[in-house]
């Protein structure tokens, strides 16, 4: 596709309860990110894939938070037993390159995804 | 750690009324600071990167500029549709490089 999607673009649960959210980077891109935004914060790194590498998940605030990349593509980025503390907008991004070599790669964003936990 | 601070929070501007954001850094080792753009619902829209003080980068009415310590993003003449909330980011050398540590954005509202 043209750019980063996402999905779903709004996704409310109930504490508790298991959720998945879904990033599909632009084409050819071999880098991906998550981050999270909440309320008045700023962007907050969560985890890092770079092609068949082993992702940074250095950032992921706790062992309810996961992700995988398939294929290199698209990504899921999944949160068990969601807490109130976890809603926030999570947005995915991709690049052309990680950080190997001159990486000034500028990172795009996907339009995000509003988690909203009751 | 890195630390990415933005001044003001909100500025409201009449249609014309040229200004600039500030975004004060501290990062070990610069590799690159990142200006984005985002409107209410949307993800980030990159707008620039600057790599080394002294640089300055213009897309239509806005400006980029860097020092050592610190970015500002000029406005010249803006319209209401420059409205939106502006993000900048610092991206560090060495272990974690690939992560970009954001400020709070300024959020910029423009009156016809």
């Known amino acids: 596709g043209a750019g980063v999607s996402q999905s779903p673009s709004n996704k409310v649960t109930e504490k508790g309860k298991d959720v998945e959210l879904r990033c599909d980077p632009i084409?050819?891109?071999?880098?991906l990110y998550w981050y999270r935004q909440s309320l008045g914060q700023g962007l907050e790194f969560l985890i890092y894939f770079q092609g068949n590498s082993a992702p940074d998940k250095s950032g992921l605030p706790s062992d309810r938070f996961s992700a995988e990349r398939t294929g290199g593509s698209v990504s899921t980025l999944t949160i068990q037993r969601t807490q109130q503390e976890d809603s926030a907008v999570y947005l995915c991004a991709s690049s052309s390159r990680g950080s190997g070599g001159p990486s000034y790669n500028e990172q795009f964003f996907g339009p995000g995804t509003r988690l909203t936990v009751l | 750690e890195d630390q990415v601070t933005q001044s003001p929070e909100a500025l409201r501007l009449q249609e014309g009324e040229s200004s600039s954001l500030n975004c004060s850094y501290t990062?070990?080792?610069?590799?690159?600071l990142f200006w984005y753009r985002q409107d209410p619902g949307k993800g980030p829209e990159f707008l620039f990167t600057?790599?080394?003080a002294g640089e300055e980068k213009e897309k239509e009415r806005l400006k980029a500029t860097l020092t050592k310590k610190e970015s500002f993003l000029h406005i010249t003449a803006p319209k209401p549709e420059d409205s939106a909330t502006y993000l900048c980011?610092?991206?560090?050398?060495?272990?974690?490089?690939?992560?970009?540590?954001f400020g709070k954005g300024t959020k910029l509202s423009v009156i016809p």
């Open positions: 990062v070990s080792g610069l590799r690159g």
């Open positions: 084409s050819g891109h071999t880098a």
């Open positions: 980011a610092v991206r560090r050398s060495g272990a974690g490089s690939y992560q970009l540590t």
């Open positions: 600057l790599y080394s």
